[in-house]
Nanobody, 125 residues
Framework: QLQLVESGGGLVQPGGSLRLSCAAS????????VGWFRQAPGKEREGVSC????????KYADSVKGRFTISRDNAKNTVYLQTNSLKPEDTAIYYC??????????????????WGQGTQVTVSS
């Protein structure tokens, strides 16, 4: 059974950091593009970052460029999102998603069919 599990969320002060993990089971993540998305209360789900399967190329939303870094560890079947210099507006539930795309990854959540349950990130003093 294909499953994605996020972890690493929590409460952090502005300027702090968190490393989010997206662990896959039931399938090999190597062959999938993986995206990180977030949804704040009352807002639509938005793409934060993604990493392609073959090239390993990455994309970032303008709001997180220079602060967030996505990476993958194929040996651990896990994708990470390192979040630095966190701001209150980064507060949201963060989800990872996977799709066997063969071209470059995309930040459109509608292109992904496998989703995790999400992990809460709260940035507050």
């Amino acid at each position: 059974q294909l499953q994605l599990v996020e972890s690493g969320g929590g409460l952090v002060q502005p300027g702090g950091s968190l490393r989010l993990s997206c662990a896959a089971s039931g399938f090999t993540l190597d062959y999938y593009a993986v995206g990180w998305f977030r949804q704040a209360p009352g807002k639509e789900r938005e793409g934060v970052s993604c990493i392609s399967s073959s090239s390993g190329s990455t994309k970032y939303a303008d709001s997180v460029k220079g602060r967030f870094t996505i990476s993958r560890d194929n040996a651990k079947n896990t994708v990470y999102l390192q979040t630095n210099s966190l701001k209150p507006e980064d507060t949201a539930i963060y989800y990872c998603a996977a799709e066997p795309l063969f071209s470059e990854c995309v930040l459109n959540p509608e292109e992904y069919n496998a989703w995790g349950q999400g992990t809460q990130v709260t940035v507050s003093s």
